[in-house]
Nanobody, 118 residues
């Protein structure tokens, strides 16, 4: 089992920044990649960014150049630095883990709310 705990959400004005953290515990040796998804009211959950244990990253087009995903393997933590936030970034952000031979979303965190005011 893997447990994921997010933190760092909140309310920020447009143009501001937030940093989300996701701490993993449990069978962390089984984790390959980690990522962040978000879900806005009335919309499907979408991938925001992902990072492998080797450090390879990918981003949704809507956040490229504004968001940065990183991970600290020693702390078993993945981060999402969000800059130049826009109202359309408002959503619940979920951390996800992919196990070896699994898929992103094998495990989920509880979610953290990010609200960007205009």
């Amino acid at each position: 089992q893997v447990q994921l705990v997010e933190s760092g959400g909140g309310l920020v004005q447009a143009g501001g920044s937030l940093r989300l953290s996701c701490a993993a515990s449990g069978s962390i040796f089984r984790i390959n990649a980690m990522g962040w998804y978000r879900q806005a009211p009335g919309k499907q959950r979408e991938l925001v960014a992902a990072i492998t244990t080797g450090g390879s990253t990918n981003y949704a087009d809507s956040v490229k150049g504004r968001f940065t995903i990183s991970r600290d393997n020693a702390k078993n933590t993945v981060y999402l630095q969000m800059n130049s936030l826009k109202p359309e970034d408002t959503a619940v952000y979920y951390c996800a883990a992919q196990l070896i031979k699994g898929r992103l979303g094998d495990y989920w965190g509880q979610g953290t709310q990010v609200t960007v005011s205009s």
